[in-house]
């Protein structure tokens, strides 16, 4: 039923969706393994989708840890709302993010974890999103999301690649996912 939901939504807004099916369980695994949840006191995901990611980090999650989902897709949020209703949710664009963690009283994040469609997003949307999130994001704090194989050479891959260059001090990459569809890498970034 996820997938058919996931599916539909796709074909609905297929540039915000961003891909026919949700991310494999292997690539939720290898973007949650590279967080400290043992140092987290906040974790932001942008893009939690039918809550693939969310689950895992769910589960690693302890009482005092805070956890904040920003989803865009109404269908979305509110399967998310009834599936975790120990966590927090807004139904907004992570381009308002600003607005987002002042309403949530979040001062500042430990740990982001993304499932944004970022090849076909929109530029001015990619820098409003990093922008607002860097000046969140704790000094230490990391920055996880990924990328399709056939995106890479989108002019929206190239521009978020300079993007993270740019604003972390290192930017590493998983294995590719092919057991993902499409297959798919995590780019892991510390500030």
């Known amino acids: 039923m996820d997938r058919l ?18 991310s494999s369980r292997g690539l939720s695994a290898a973007m949650v393994a590279t967080i400290d949840f043992s140092s987290l006191s906040t974790i932001v995901e942008f893009g939690p989708g ?14 005092e840890q805070r956890y904040l989902g920003v989803e865009v897709n109404k269908v979305f949020y509110e399967r998310l ?6 966590l927090q949710f807004v139904n907004q664009s992570a ?4 607005d987002i963690l002042r309403n949530a009283q979040i001062a500042q994040i430990d740990a982001v974890l993304c499932g944004l469609p970022w ?19 704790r000094n230490d704090g990391v920055f996880v999301t990924f990328a399709y ?8 891959a190239w521009a978020l690649r300079r993007r993270l260059k740019k604003n972390f001090a290192s930017v590493t990459t998983t294995n590719v996912i ?3 569809f ?10």
């Open 95 to 98: 381009v308002d993010l600003n």
């Open 178 to 180: 092919w057991r993902n």
């Open 149 to 156: 194989l056939q995106g890479l050479l989108l002019p929206g």
């Open 81 to 86: 709302i009834k599936r975790f209703p120990n």
């Open 50 to 63: 039918i809550g693939i990611m969310t689950a895992d980090i769910a589960a690693r999650l302890r009482r």
């Open 119 to 137: 090849a076909s997003l929109p530029i001015d949307e990619q820098e409003k999103i990093l922008g607002a999130m860097l000046r969140f994001l």
């Open 182 to 191: 499409p297959p798919a890498f995590a780019y892991i970034c510390h500030r």
């Open 5 to 22: 939901t996931f599916f539909s939504e796709f074909w609905r807004s297929p540039r915000a969706v961003g891909a026919l099916l949700p």
